[in-house]
Each structure stands twice: as C-alpha cells, then as structure tokens.
C-alpha cells in the first residue's frame, strides 16, 4: 500500500540525497487521486512518456472527497518516487512542511470541486476549495520560492477550465487567452477566481506561475458522474440515459492523455505569467456524444441486450445557467511549444469504451459506494 499521510498524524519520510540532474524534478501534485490527476501521475512516472522531465519525487496531495479513488494509483504505490499525502491544500502548516522537507521545484496544481450540479446545490464548497485553497498554495510555494531564491527553475502550473471564459454562440470565434472571463456557474466562477489569484501572484509578487485553461477531458479513470462514464455505465445496464434540453450544447473534447502531454510540455518550456488553451480541436453536441457511445457499447453487447437511441435517451428539465458552446483556440500552444492533441474522438471514445468494459469491477465499486463506503446517485449529463 502506498503510505497516505494525514495531518496530524505524519508519516512523512524526507527523499535521501541523491545526485541531481538538471532536468530532474522534485513535484507536488495535488488532486493525483482524481481523473487528470491519475492519469498525469501515470504519464509523468512512465519512463518515456513525459519527455524532458526526469522525476525525483512526485508527491500527491489530495484531500480524499468523494471523486479520489485510492484505487486510480494501486499501480504505482511502491513505486519509490511516490509519495501520497492525505490532507487540504487550504491546510498552511501542513502544505509549509511539504515544501520544508521536500523541496519542490514545482506545483501541478489540479485539485478542485469541478461537478457543475454539485456548485449549484453547494457553491460554498466550491469557494473553499477552489478559491481559498488555491490561494493558501500560492502562499506556501510564495514563501518557498523566496527561501529558494530566483534561480530560474520553480514552476507553478495551475490547471483551469474553458468554462471561465462564458458560452458562445454557434457563429462566435473560439475562446483565446486574452477572451473575457465571463463564468455562468458556481463552479466556473470560483475557478475564475481561482485564475485570478494566481495572476495576481505573478505580477504581484513575481512568483513564476503558468496558467492552462482546457476542455472537456474524457477517458480512464473519470468519475461516472461527468457525461461520458455516466452514459457508458447506463447504456451496459439498459437504463434510461437523461439528456440536458435539447442536447445540443457543443463541446470540445480532448483525450485526458493529450492533456497530460500538454500540461508537462506547459510546465518545462511555457513562459512564466502566461496562459495556453488546451482543447482538442473537435466539437460534438451532447446529443451526438451519446449517440455515439450507444453504438460503441452495442458493439460490446449481445444482440438481445443492445438498445437503440430512441429505447434509451431522454430529455430532462435543462440545467439553470447551462453554457450552450465551449471551444478554444489552441493555436498558442501548438505555435510556441509544439504541441497539438494527438487523439481524434472517434478513436478517444473507443478506447474509453474499451477501458470502461476492462474495468467493470472499477465501476462498480464507484457506483455501489464501496469504494468509500457510500452508494453514488444517479445523476444528469
């Protein structure tokens, strides 16, 4: 079992000195235990797929709420660059140790409450961690880059969302990073601001921070509360499948491990105090998603327990404030640091599929709460 140290009761054991290269990376992650998170602890500790980052030490931080599943990183628990620590990023004498015993030389900073419904029936929740936490972190690795001194090397990546930037219209340009905030929901507005504190961090006090807002991520490990594991489970079970008004919201979607490509190419080479648009340059309607993933699980069903669209999908009472289009420019990104997602949905969503139906134990465990002890509702895409 990896060690997962509380913050009262630590366990934390400092990394041994070793010989230390210059692209050798001592992290703090927070959030591992989520979707993005998981996949991005795989991706950095994989031994070729996080080109130009040598990791030391990568620790986790992740407060455990009810989307953390230990389960996402049993994998790589005895791996010796791993270290997971239960506790709150809005903790300071907790993340202040972190930083004293282990010197990082950056932050990926991932942790948040990001379910949509969740900020309209709870926003207060949203607010203390998106907000507060966010800013107890940027005052500990403050603190810490000053102890350091400016040698060039701290980094401080705050992953963000396109839904900052509002909705558009089916015509409208897409969103680039000079594109007015303009959140609709709890949850974008607190991680609005959350964007802004870290702005002001960078012009305020010159800590090197780098700012990625992204699209829809889909693939392993997603918590079946968002559209597409949600629509995957129900479709396996023959069960109605709720559908937002007329379905016809547009979303761009990106393979979760494009994003972590992004986010490490982000993190060595992006200019400090910038900001890059992560998307995946293909925009679906919610409808055509689902329809879509109805066809890739039939695939996998006997002929008798396949379903069509008509037999499954409804359409439910829409969601107040529901942003009708999301899109990004990506050109920045692709221009400055090379990187262009790699993953088209048709194959993405196969894949997710195809992960889904491999790990039906997974689902389950989520979806019958044993993973931590409770059931899971049902809820809307």
């Known amino acids: 079992m990896m060690p997962l140290v509380g913050t009262k009761k630590s366990r934390i054991v400092p990394l041994a000195a070793t010989g230390r290269t210059g692209t050798s990376m001592r992290i703090l992650l927070t959030g591992g235990y989520g979707f993005i998170g998981s996949n991005l602890v795989h991706h950095l500790l994989g ?103 400016d040698d060039g090397k701290f980094r401080f990546l705050h992953v963000s969302t396109d839904e900052v930037y509002g909705s558009l219209g089916p015509d409208d340009d897409a969103f680039s990073e000079s594109s007015p905030y303009a959140p609709n929901s709890p949850y974008s507005a607190s991680k609005a601001a959350s964007d802004h504190f870290v702005r002001a961090y960078f012009h305020t006090y010159g800590l090197p921070v780098l700012t990625t807002n992204c699209s829809n991520n889909y693939g392993p490990r997603q918590f079946p509360e968002k559209l597409i594991p949600l629509m995957i489970s129900k479709i396996r079970r023959g069960e109605t499948l709720p559908v937002y008004g007329d379905g016809m919201q547009v979303r761009d979607w990106l393979y979760v491990e494009d ?83 790699l993953e088209q949905p048709e194959s993405g969503f196969r894949k997710t599929v195809d992960w889904y139906f491999e790990n039906e134990a997974w689902v389950d465990r989520i979806l019958s709460g044993s993973y931590r002890g409770e059931r899971l509702g049902s809820g809307n895409a």
């Open 47 to 149: 031994s070729t797929t996080a080109p130009g980052i040598e990791v030391e030490l990568l620790v986790n931080l992740d407060k455990m709420t009810y989307a953390a599943n230990p389960e996402n990183l049993t994998d790589v628990a005895d791996d010796p660059k791993f270290l997971s620590v239960v506790g709150d990023i809005a903790d300071g004498p907790l993340l202040a140790r972190l930083f004293e015993e282990h010197e990082f030389d950056a932050v990926i900073h991932l942790a948040a409450e990001s379910h949509v419904d969740r900020s309209i029936d709870d926003p207060g929740t949203f607010v203390m961690t998106n907000v507060v936490g966010t800013s107890r972190l940027l005052e500990a690795a403050l603190r810490h880059y000053r102890h350091l001194g």
């Open 259 to 341: 994003q972590c490509r992004a986010l490490t190419r982000v993190l060595t080479s992006g200019t400090p105090g910038d900001v890059y648009n992560i998307g995946g340059r293909h925009e679906r309607t919610n409808l055509s998603v689902v329809r879509t993933l109805i066809s890739l699980v039939n695939e996998r069903l006997s002929e008798t327990d396949q379903r069509s669209p008509e037999d499954l999908i409804r359409h439910v009472t829409d969601r107040p404030g529901h942003d009708r289009r999301y899109a990004l420019d990506t050109t920045k990104i692709e221009r400055e640091l090379h990187w262009q997602p």
